[in-house]
């Protein structure tokens, strides 16, 4: 279906075209012109719009701190422009292929002149086998014009992720499962590397989140869970607590609870 609205700015690259569409509240950022590769509420810029997003900042609730963050696939910056204003203290490194993506992020997506923020014009697995900085959390994110990047899921770059994130390390994956592989050889892919130490659930849409924990899934009570869940979402104005509630009523046996 077509995007209703405006199109503000049309550019190409070598990749294809990106669009950039307004209407009254929202700007959006697009490769193809019928989905939406990112979205801004021009009142509120540094707002997540998209559920998958919000999802993915659950990753968070199990950190006892976070000092880096990664993220793999720039688009608008909606998810670095919310961790940014969410931690005071996080530095926060974007991996983006197209250069033109970049600019304009920044023309049309407010993304923040910061000295936090570290921009990576480069491809996201390339970046991944050279990268020398450790992750407290990862943020993996790959679309093009044909939909996820199918080298998200493959085993060298899973691996490298790994190696790239600190002892107490997260990697969040944002996956939309397409015919290059089903949906039980990615969690059998990842369910090895990782030493089945997951936690996945889906959201409106159809997009599966997948935490991928580097070492042991932290023993954590409901109470608990809910409860850093609560304290995330007055901080990053994201609705974390209800993904919390799924992700208990859903996989609440892969937290070690005596």
């Known amino acids: 279906m077509m995007i209703k609205a405006t199109c503000i700015s049309t550019v190409h690259d070598e990749y ?9 509240i929202n700007r959006i950022l697009s490769f193809d012109g019928d989905i939406e590769q990112g979205c801004m509420n021009l009142n509120n810029p540094a707002e997540l719009m998209h559920k998958y997003a919000q999802a993915m900042m659950t990753g968070c609730i199990f950190l006892p701190s976070i000092e880096t963050a990664s993220v793999m696939g720039l688009g608008t910056g909606s998810m670095v422009k919310c961790l940014l204003n969410s931690f005071q203290e ?5 991996i983006e292929l197209r250069q033109e993506v970049i600019k304009t992020a920044k023309k049309y997506f ?46 060298s770059y899973l691996r490298r992720c790994k190696k790239s994130l600190t ?19 990615i969690e059998d892919l990842l369910s090895h590397e990782f030493e089945n130490r997951l936690i996945s659930f889906t959201v409106a849409g159809g997009n599966t989140i997948v935490l991928a924990f580097k070492n042991e899934i932290p ?3 409901r109470n608990e869970l809910l409860s850093r869940a609560k304290k995330l979402q007055q901080q990053m104005e994201v609705p974390i607590v209800q993904y919390a509630k799924l992700i208990w009523s859903q996989q609440q046996y892969k937290f070690a609870i005596d």
Do not use: C
């Not at 996080?90 to 974007?94: P, Q």
């Not at 993304?111 to 050279?130: C, F, I």
């Not at 002892?167 to 050889?185: C, H, P, Y």
């Open 16 to 24: 294809g075209p990106i669009y950039v569409y307004q209407n009254r």
């Open 90 to 94: 996080l530095s926060v490194h974007a």
């Open 110 to 155: 407010h993304l923040p002149d910061d000295p936090r923020l570290q921009l990576h014009n480069n491809d996201a697995v390339g970046y991944m086998n050279t990268a020398k900085i450790k992750s407290d959390i990862i943020f993996s994110d790959l679309y093009n014009t044909h939909g996820m990047e199918p080298r998200q899921v493959q085993l």
């Open 167 to 185: 002892e107490k390390g997260v990697l969040v994956l944002n996956l939309w499962i397409q015919d290059f592989r089903s949906t039980a050889e």
């Open 219 to 221: 023993s954590i009570q």
